[in-house]
């Protein structure tokens, strides 16, 4: 699981690039808040829209190749944003990392499921892996571009090289050991329930998305604070995520799947308005901490119980949960971007704020998989 773990924070440190570069595209080279969103959603087209014909090819074949070129795709995509002054490449380029997220993720859930059997914990630090990354992204992002400007971003393209590598050589050692077969699948699809948990996931995606958008150029712009405590905010919020992806593991094994994914669920709406109350930019901090924190409880926990709804098609329950439903709150992106033109920033989270009603909802329809 260790390394499926690394691979998975190596991968979505690139996810956490774009909105820890995001304000510096807004502040460098003026580009709109429209504009700025519309990267979010380049990154989202290219991670969303393949991952269910990725998720059937990695159920069918093993594709060992997949996971290591896509880590490279997303690196060298999103490295090379920076460098261009032209808002089409940036686009073209975060599309392109975006497709490499995409190769990633199904074959990559697949095999971590393997290796975590049937333990909601073991399958949380494979999850907890991708929120490192987007959590150590804003830390090292922001201050390099602080400091480097954007074409700081090439910085960041030689980590992607050397996991790709690393992961096609564990690839090719497993290919010869004695998980090198198919793993059996158990139990019948419930595409209706899965269905029901795909609509769960993208409403959580479209609060998650708009706050790693957002919630820097909040400080910035709303809170007066500078372009560096913003970048701090963005990171105590992703690392609020991995905290919240490890207890959302344990607890589940604990009261059960279901149900810790509507505490997390009902617990973001009194987070999300406490921070939204506070407007002291010090103060606020760790209320951006904890919003991180409770918005992933259900992080893994989603994940784990899409495979247990298909477990017939461990890949492309992975494509969709760590993917396209995933990604797919990038789609609303320059909807919000528009309410950011007309009322700042604030206005863009406090409607974020009102959104996990209905997530609360939608969540009263999922059911525990033993008791199916």
Known sequence: MRIWASAHAVDDFYQGLVPAAVPYFVLQRDFSYVQASGLALAATLGSALPQVPIGLLADRYRLR??????????????????????YPVVFALLLTAGVG???????AGRDARRAAGGSATA?????????????????????????????????????????GFVLLRHHTRAATGPAAGKARRRGRDRPGLFAALTAVEIVRSTISTGLNTF???????????????????????LGGGVLGTLLGGRLADRVGMVR??????????????AMLVCDDKYAALPLALLVGLISNIPFAVLIKLGQD???????????????????AGGLFMPLLGIVATHHGPRGALTV????????????????????L
């Open 309 to 327: 709804y298909l477990p017939s098609r461990p890949g492309t329950a992975a494509g969709v949960t760590l993917g396209l439903a995933l990604s």
């Open 215 to 237: 919630i820097s150029l909040y400080w910035i712009r709303h809170l007066e604070a500078s372009s560096g405590l913003g970048g701090l905010a963005l990171t105590l919020e």
């Open 123 to 163: 399958m949380s630090y494979f999850a907890a892996g991708g929120s490192v990354g987007f959590f150590i992204a804003p830390a090292l992002v922001t201050p390099a571009l602080d400091r480097l400007g954007m074409n700081a971003t090439a910085l960041f393209v030689p980590p992607a090289v050397l996991m």
């Open 65 to 86: 190749w997949m996971s290591p070129l896509g880590i490279g795709l997303a690196g060298t995509g999103a490295g090379l944003s920076g460098l261009s002054p032209s």
């Open 260 to 273: 810790t994914v509507q505490i997390g669920n009902a617990a973001m709406l009194p987070a999300l308005w």
């Open 352 to 371: 974020l704020a009102t959104v996990p009603v209905l997530a609360i909802l939608l969540s009263t329809a999922l059911r525990e998989p033993d008791r």
């Open 101 to 107: 997220i995409a190769m990633f993720h199904p074959p």
